[in-house]
């Protein structure tokens, strides 16, 4: 018996993570599980990504590389945050990380003292508590529900305010709930945060271009919260590219400083060849991509149109990133054949057993009347998924 740290030993182990595994361990049993659980593309790294990939290679790219990554690929970046989102960043702005996780750890890291305040609106992304309690920061929940299409209220932020508050975290596109802020709904929010010009905001956009409802919008984009938003952004998701592990921040240059030290002392930097590939990922247009982004609507469609033809699933339509959070709490107290569900985590663990489903439970995301699919699967396997969840549940 080993006498591991508390921080270890107080962290939550990460629920997508681990439902995946459990999920590949079902898997090698032989059992025929749909994986929705993961929210990881189904499709492959587009070849021109691949072959910028072998180049790097076959020209040497071996050694380390700058610690906030390659000039080049900051430069890509740069290009990128103008082309896309109309932000102005210059090199000393930008650090390219090991994932977006990494970007996201380091930033709390770098800002959180112990016992200060991050705001996380509810449902938010799993890592994102963890990551603050890592850096002894304390999370404070704003839940919000499928009724409010979970989004946090200008006046629900404000009555979040203490004087601890440091941060404010958010996605848009959400993982998990697929919501979307609109340009005068983040609008809205930054009216309050002017009243309280210590909150720095920490803007997930790592969705930006799985956005069914309309243009992307940048909290950075506002010039009056420019100065005090980190934006964190990856090509995990838009591009196929989860195994890859490059995610990047535009930010203040001191906070990019800071992210910058912090990496040297941890990993020196990220892979030299998932950088050489980003690069063109990058540089390449947009439409390039556009065929995943067009599937995954059309996926959307379709486990909307399935779900919510099964009673008890309170859906609101996501209008981004690839997930369904539906509030599953009416059947909180029933017992379905012989399985007796008390919360989501038990509805999650029964559609695993009884329909070999594998989902995630809302609690991991701060919200427990919930539960996450992602869609990021075949068309066949949601319809599948969808008929054997239906099964299941009539079997009552
Ligand atoms: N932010 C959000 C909202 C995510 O869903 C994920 C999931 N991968 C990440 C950050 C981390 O992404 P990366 O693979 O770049 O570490
Ligand atoms: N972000 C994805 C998810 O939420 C991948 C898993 C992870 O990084 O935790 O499922």
Request: with cysteine.
């Amino acid at each position: 018996m080993y006498k591991l740290s508390d921080r270890i030993n107080n962290m939550s182990t990460s629920q997508t993570l681990a439902m995946a595994a459990k999920t590949r361990e079902l898997k090698a049993e032989g059992k025929d599980i749909i994986g929705l659980s993961l929210g990881e593309p189904d499709f492959n790294t587009p070849d021109y990504i691949k072959e910028a990939a072998i180049q790097a290679i076959n020209d040497n790219y071996n050694s380390y590389t700058p610690v906030d990554g390659y000039v080049e690929l900051k430069d890509a970046i740069i290009n990128k945050f103008k082309r896309d989102n109309g932000l102005t960043y210059d090199r000393s702005q930008i650090v390219v990380s090991t994932g977006a996780k990494q970007s996201l750890a380091n930033v709390a890291m770098v800002m959180l003292n112990p016992g200060d305040e991050v705001i996380l609106p509810c449902p938010y992304w799993v890592s994102y508590a963890e990551i603050v309690k890592l850096a002894e920061g304390v999370p404070v929940e704003v839940p919000t529900s499928v009724e409010s299409d979970f989004k946090m209220t200008p006046q629900q932020l404000e009555a979040a305010i203490t004087p601890k508050t440091r941060m404010l975290w958010y996605s848009s596109p959400s993982n998990p709930s697929g919501m979307v802020y609109s340009k005068e709904e983040l609008r809205a929010l930054a009216d309050v945060l002017v009243k309280h010009p210590d909150i720095i905001v920490v803007s997930d956009e790592i969705y930006e271009h799985i956005n069914f409802v309309g243009e992307h919008a940048s909290m950075a984009q506002f010039e009056d919260m420019y100065d005090r938003v980190v934006t964190v952004n990856g090509v995990s998701k838009a591009f196929a590219m989860t195994g890859w592990r490059i995610g990047y921040i535009g930010a203040p240059a001191e906070i990019a400083r800071a992210c910058n030290k912090m990496q040297g002392q941890i990993t020196s930097g990220a892979n030299c060849i998932a950088q050489r590939a980003v690069i063109t990922a990058l540089e390449a247009p947009v439409s390039k991509i556009q065929y995943m982004i067009d599937r995954f609507k059309s996926r959307r469609s379709l486990i909307i149109d399935l779900m919510s033809q099964i009673e008890g699933f309170a859906i609101t339509e996501p209008e981004g990133a690839f997930y369904v959070f539906p509030d599953v709490s009416y059947f909180f107290g029933k017992t379905i054949n012989g399985y007796e569900i008390k919360d989501a985590t038990d509805f999650s663990m029964f559609l695993l057993e009884r329909a070999l489903v594998a989902t995630v439970t809302g609690d991991a995301f701060g919200s427990p009347n919930c539960i996450r699919f992602s869609y990021a699967a075949s068309e066949a396997e949601i319809e599948e998924a969808m008929k054997r969840i239906k099964n299941a549940l009539s079997e009552a």
